[in-house]
């Protein structure tokens, strides 16, 4: 087990994702809520007042910070205070468009192209 004392973060650490892929939902939910907490006090807001930034009840947002609201409005709202609603292109970025056009021609070359990609 780890020591609680091991967990507070310091002035210049940021909890990170980077080695996230095989944890648990909770872990991530926990390393979200670090990282909130974080940011929250980066920008030297107390909880009170960040919550009311984010529109939502203080006790909603102590839940968060503790890992035990697990409500997506929250999160969003989180988010949309932070000004980073935009950040959540990252998550699912759109698929990308075939811009190439669609004439007889077109077709051909981009066909003899990949034919000369295999050779």
Known sequence: MVPISALRLTHTSMPSFENARNSSAE?????????????????????????GRCQIPLRTYKRFELGECDS?????????????????????????????????????????QRLDEKV
Do not use: G, H, W, Y
């Open 27 to 51: 872990e991530i939910c926990r390393r979200i809520a670090d990282r909130v907490r974080a940011e929250r006090r980066k920008l030297q807001l107390s909880q009170q007042e960040f919550a």
């Open 72 to 112: 997506l409005a929250t999160f969003i709202k989180i988010v949309a205070a932070f000004d980073r609603v935009v950040a959540l292109e990252l998550l699912f970025p759109p698929k990308q468009v075939d811009t190439v056009p669609r004439t007889a021609v077109a077709l051909l070359n981009r066909l003899v």
